[in-house]
Nanobody, 117 residues
């Protein structure tokens, strides 16, 4: 249902853009859902990185504020995560999620981001 792309290996200070395309989710469900990116580094719990609520408000975990930007394209049913000024501690498996209480809870398969020093 969710296909993530944009995985890669970059040097610290570099940029990467992740995308997550939804298929099989009707437009009204997608547009009314909260869209989010999570990440999980080895040995750590999965954490919420960025979220864009159905109304358009965004929120970020403190460690990525000012560096990451989440955006969406409702028409293409896609959510993006632009990551700038990447740090080695951003290395993780990144997951996208489409969530709407009672109607939708979809997770992408995870895409690897590796930042080298």
């Amino acid at each position: 249902q969710l296909q993530a792309s944009g995985r890669g290996l970059v040097q610290a200070g570099g940029s990467l853009r992740l995308s997550c395309a939804a298929s099989g989710i009707i437009f009204s469900t997608f547009s009314g859902s909260n869209l989010a990116w999570y990440r999980q580094a080895p040995g750590n719990e999965r954490e919420l990185v960025a979220i864009i609520y159905s109304g358009g408000t965004t929120n970020y975990t403190d460690s990525v504020k000012g560096r990451f930007t989440i955006s969406r394209d409702k028409g293409k049913r896609t959510v993006h995560l632009q990551m700038n000024s990447l740090k080695t501690e951003d290395t993780a498996l990144y997951y996208c999620r489409v969530h709407r209480d009672g109607l939708a809870n979809y997770w992408g398969q995870g895409t690897q981001v590796t930042v080298s020093s």
